[in-house]
């Protein structure tokens, strides 16, 4: 099972934009770039959803509340993948997770690393 490490949180205000990493490090080709990858966010209170995920064809799939504003990329040379965040908006906030996923139901195959957080302000 691939580790994954998620970075790039921080403070943004609504309207702004932010850019998560989820890396792979130390991880080779093979390891890496047959899995879907895919965001996850919780806010407080609340259970863990999908945002994006990306398969390792390059295909993408958004949760409503994001599409349009989101963008899911990939780098397989880098071992890493992107959550571009834009038109960031209050409900946006939380912790975000990455993880390896199911290509086609995009739960979660792996086990959860410690997050980034992303706290918007208006």
């Known amino acids: 099972q691939v580790q994954l490490v998620e970075s790039g949180g921080g403070l943004v205000r609504t309207g702004g934009s932010l850019r998560l990493s989820c890396a792979a490090p130390g991880a080779s080709g093979p390891t890496f770039n047959p899995y879907a990858i895919a965001w996850y966010r919780q806010a407080p209170g609340k259970r863990r959803e999908l945002v994006a995920g990306?398969?390792?064809?390059?295909?993408?799939n958004y949760a409503d509340s994001t599409k349009g504003r989101f963008t899911i990329s990939r780098d397989n040379t880098k071992k890493t993948v992107y959550l571009q965040m834009n038109n960031v908006k209050p409900e946006d906030a939380g912790d975000y997770y990455c993880?390896?996923?199911?290509?086609?139901?995009?739960?979660?195959?792996?086990?959860w690393g410690q997050g980034t957080q992303v706290t918007v302000s208006s």
């Open positions: 990306i398969s390792s064809g390059g295909s993408t």
């Open positions: 993880n390896t996923a199911h290509p086609v139901r995009w739960y979660g195959l792996g086990s």
